[in-house]
């Protein structure tokens, strides 16, 4: 890696219109932040980019002076690759236009929006992107590399529904991809991450959801638990695409429908959201409400814009974070003993234990179709282990790589956006052979020198 000199840096400024940051910048310190307080790394610059040619010269300028890059989107990453030590953060925070088309019902999304901008503007015409379930997470990280929440299993993944995309390549060349264009690198965007280059838009097929959905948290007794994900794998198997019912067991925080004497301690969080009719989402879920006593429930028609903030508060910035995560082929009563022995240890209050169902329109397509893999496993098993005392590092760290240990009978692969730092071999984890071998060739051709390293790294073979 090189050191720079004020007039190279000058220089790259003369052509950019966004802002270069350096450490000497008063911004820095606020501009070097992610989402993910774990990490306080200190890049030499921050190109904050406001145009596709700016992202064009970081991308030369980086490669012209071999700098270590990092890609920042929405800076959510539980890994903590959009920011690096030394190199250049190539940071798209500031591009979040979003274009809605009523008629062809698509929107085009720059590649540093959040969900929340997609989200506000889709909603003006009833329409949505699926993607994910937190407002504030980036929609560049998670469209790469796979993207799921509520919408996914009536409408696909968000690489299910990306049209086409712009991204800038490792030699500084802007690519349109598409079916019929690039195709082989728009099968790679699709689940590959940021391995291939800087993606400042992407065109996506908007679902019609109207602007309200019946949705809500159940919140069932800890003491029950067993028998209620027992039941739960059952009965989520049983529904309509259009009905998604996930689990969550943590520590229960004080929301206004709770009693008081709940507040703090262990419960089983039943969120849902139907695509539908109320009345028939009411009769789709009372088999929840009707196994096991719960301790109360907010449920109703909900906006969507307000809905997709539900976990907004339980995910907030700055906190430390450890993920932990796998699919689960099942939840058999080997796996639930499991699940629910590391929850009597929860090091923390905000850890979760997140397990949403899969399923669904994902699984109907063919596993090569796009780079994402692994859509036919039911479940995924988050481990959300966050916490807010340094002191508590080692002691987080070690429940959740124990908890995620002693799961690993029960799984099959990994979603890519759910990987910490644990090394190349569990990369491939997140794909299927044939798909690795495919992401290595396309990583051969298109990022040869591996400019695009700092993310789940697919290695160019030589
Ligand atoms: C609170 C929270 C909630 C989440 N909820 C969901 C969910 O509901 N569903 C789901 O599928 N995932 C979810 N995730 C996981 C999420 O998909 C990943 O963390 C994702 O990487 C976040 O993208 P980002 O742009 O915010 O992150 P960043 O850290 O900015 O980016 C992650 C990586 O993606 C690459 N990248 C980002 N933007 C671009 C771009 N425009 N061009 C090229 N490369 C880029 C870079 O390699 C970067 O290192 C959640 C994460 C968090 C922290």
Same mark, same amino acid.
């Given at each position: ?118 989200? %506000? ?30 919408? %996914? ?33 728009? +099968? ?61 067991i943590r520590k229960a925080p004080p929301l206004p429908f709770l009693p008081e004497e709940v ?47 539900l976990f907004d508060g339980f995910a907030e910035h700055g906190a430390r974070n450890y993920w ?7 939840? %058999? ?15 923390? $209050? ?17 596993? $090569? ?17 966050? +916490? ?47 798909? +690795? ?25 030589s």
């Amino acid at each position: 890696m090189s050191t720079l000199s004020n007039d190279q840096i000058s220089e790259l400024k003369s052509r950019f219109r966004g802002h270069v940051i350096t450490p000497e910048d008063s911004h820095y310190d606020y501009a070097r932040k992610i989402w993910n307080g774990m990490f306080d790394k200190r890049p030499s610059l921050i190109a904050q980019c406001v145009t596709t040619a700016d992202v064009v010269s970081a991308v030369n300028f980086a490669r012209e002076h071999d700098l270590l890059v990092a890609v920042k989107g929405g800076g959510h990453n539980s890994a903590g690759n959009a920011v690096c030590d030394d190199g250049i953060v190539i940071d798209l925070s500031l591009m979040r236009r979003v274009n809605v088309n009523p008629r062809q019902k698509t929107a085009r999304v720059d590649g540093g929006a959040l969900l929340g901008d997609v989200d %506000s503007e889709t909603q003006l015409h009833g329409l949505a992107v699926s993607a994910g379930v937190v407002s504030h997470t980036g929609v560049g990280g998670l469209s790469l590399g796979g993207g799921f929440g509520w919408l %996914s299993r009536t409408h696909g993944l968000s690489v299910d529904n990306l049209i086409s995309a712009d991204i800038v390549t490792a030699d500084g060349t802007l690519l349109h991809v598409s079916q019929d264009e690039n195709e082989d690198l728009f +099968w790679g965007i699709r689940g590959g991450g940021g391995n291939f280059g800087v993606v400042t838009s992407l065109e996506f097929k908007c679902a019609e959801i109207g602007t309200e959905v019946f949705s809500g948290v159940i919140v069932k007794a800890y003491d029950n638990a067993q028998d209620y994900i027992s039941f739960h794998q059952a009965y989520v198997q049983t529904l309509p695409d259009e009905m998604t019912v996930w689990l969550v067991i943590r520590k229960a925080p004080p929301l206004p429908f709770l009693p008081e004497e709940v507040h703090g301690q262990l419960a089983v969080l039943i969120p849902f959201a139907w695509l539908g009719d109320q009345s028939e989402g009411e009769k789709l879920i009372q088999p929840i409400r009707d196994h096991t006593p719960s301790h109360g429930e907010h449920v109703g028609m909900n906006p969507w814009v307000g809905w997709q903030t539900l976990f907004d508060g339980f995910a907030e910035h700055g906190a430390r974070n450890y993920w932990k995560s796998h699919h689960l082929k099942d939840l %058999s009563a080997e796996c639930i003993d499991q699940l629910l022995s590391f929850a009597e240890t929860l090091p923390s $209050d905000e850890c979760e234990i997140f397990i949403p169902h899969m399923e669904g329109a994902p699984s109907r397509v063919v596993e $090569d179709a796009t780079a994402f893999a692994h859509r036919f496993t039911p479940f995924v098993l988050n481990i959300h282990t966050r +916490w807010r005392d340094k002191n508590e590092d080692e002691k987080c760290l070690a429940w959740a790589r124990e908890f995620h240990q002693a799961t690993e009978p029960f799984s099959q692969g990994v979603y890519v956006n759910f990987l910490s730092e644990e090394g190349d071999e569990r990369v491939k984890d997140a794909y299927t052979q044939s798909t +690795w071998e495919r992401l290595v060739q396309l990583k051969d051709k298109y990022d040869p020198n591996n400019i695009f390293s700092l993310n789940q790294n697919i290695k160019p073979s030589s």
